[in-house]
T-cell receptor
Framework: AQSVTQPDIHITVSEGASLELRCNYS??????LFWYVQSPGQGLQLLLK??????LVQGIKGFEAEFKRSQSSFNLRKPSVHWSDAAEYFC???????????FGTGTRLTIIP | GAGVSQSPSNKVTEKGKDVELRCDPI?????LYWYRQSLGQGLEFLIY????????KSGLPSDRFSAERTGGSVSTLTIQRTQQEDSAVYLC?????????????FGPGTRLTVT
C-alpha cells in the first residue's frame, strides 16, 4: 500500500529565513511525487512534481524539492520565505497507471515577521 | 480559462438529512476525483471517474456515499443520512487526458457541517 508521512504538523519560520518541509513516502513502484499548497479558504495548487530524471525539481513561487530514492524522501525547500508563503503544504504520491493520489496529512506553515 | 468549480461553498445540514455536492470540472478534462479533507487528516480519496469507464469507488467510506457523473462532465456527490463524522471539506479535482502525469486541478471545496 502507498503512504505519505509528513512528520511536521506545524512549522514556524521567520520571514526571510530558509525553509525545509519533510515528506517521506512508501510506494511499491516508481513514484510520482507532488507538493501542493493550500491557502486559507482556497483549493490546492500544485507547486511542483517529480516523475523521472533530475532529482532536483523546481516549482512555482521559488520552491524546489529533491527526490532521494534511498531515503524515500521528497523534501520541499525554499531559500527565503515570504509572509505570503503562510499556508498548508501537502505532499502526495502516485504512479504510472495509478491516478489516485495518496496525500500526507499536511504541514501548516506560519511566518513571523 | 475557468477552473474547477464547486457548489455550494458551505453547507450546514442536520444529522440524518441527505446532501448533494456539485463539481464542475475544467472543460475537456475527462478525469474527475473526489476527496475528503477532515481536520488533521489530510486528504482522503473517495471516488474517481475516467471517461466512460466504471468509476473507482474504492475510497467511499460507506454505502451512504455515492457519486455520479452526467455526460462526462458535472459530478454530484451524495451523502445520505448524514452523520456528524461526515463534517469535512469535500474537494473535487479534474485532470486532462493529455496529461500523462495526472496533474490534478482542484476546486475550492465545499465545507460540510453536520449538526
Amino acid at each position: 500500500a502507498q503512504s505519505v508521512t509528513q512528520p511536521d504538523i506545524h512549522i514556524t519560520v521567520s520571514e526571510g529565513a530558509s525553509l525545509e518541509l519533510r515528506c517521506n513516502y512508501s510506494y511499491g513502484a516508481t513514484p510520482y511525487l507532488f507538493w501542493y499548497v493550500q491557502s486559507p479558504g482556497q483549493g490546492l495548487q500544485l507547486l511542483l512534481k517529480y516523475f523521472s530524471g533530475d532529482t532536483l525539481v523546481q516549482g512555482i513561487k521559488g520552491f524546489e524539492a529533491e527526490f532521494k530514492r534511498s531515503q524515500s524522501s521528497f523534501n520541499l525547500r525554499k531559500p527565503s520565505v515570504h509572509w505570503s508563503d503562510a499556508a498548508e503544504y501537502f505532499c502526495a504520491v502516485g504512479g504510472f497507471g495509478n491516478e489516485k493520489l495518496t496525500f500526507g496529512t499536511g504541514t501548516r506553515l506560519t511566518i513571523i515577521p | 480559462g475557468a477552473g474547477v468549480s464547486q457548489s455550494p461553498s458551505n453547507k450546514v445540514t442536520e444529522k440524518g438529512k441527505d446532501v448533494e455536492l456539485r463539481c464542475d470540472p475544467i472543460s475537456g478534462h475527462t478525469a474527475l476525483y473526489w476527496y475528503r479533507q477532515s481536520l488533521g487528516q489530510g486528504l482522503e480519496f473517495l471516488i474517481y471517474f475516467q471517461g466512460n469507464s466504471a468509476p473507482d469507488k474504492s475510497g467511499l467510506p460507506s454505502d451512504r456515499f455515492s457519486a455520479e457523473r452526467t455526460g462526462g462532465s458535472v459530478s454530484t456527490l451524495t451523502i445520505q443520512r448524514t452523520q456528524q463524522e461526515d463534517s469535512a471539506v469535500y474537494l473535487c479535482a479534474s485532470s486532462s487526458p493529455q496529461d500523462r502525469f495526472y496533474e490534478q486541478y482542484f476546486g475550492p471545496g465545499t465545507r460540510l457541517t453536520v449538526t
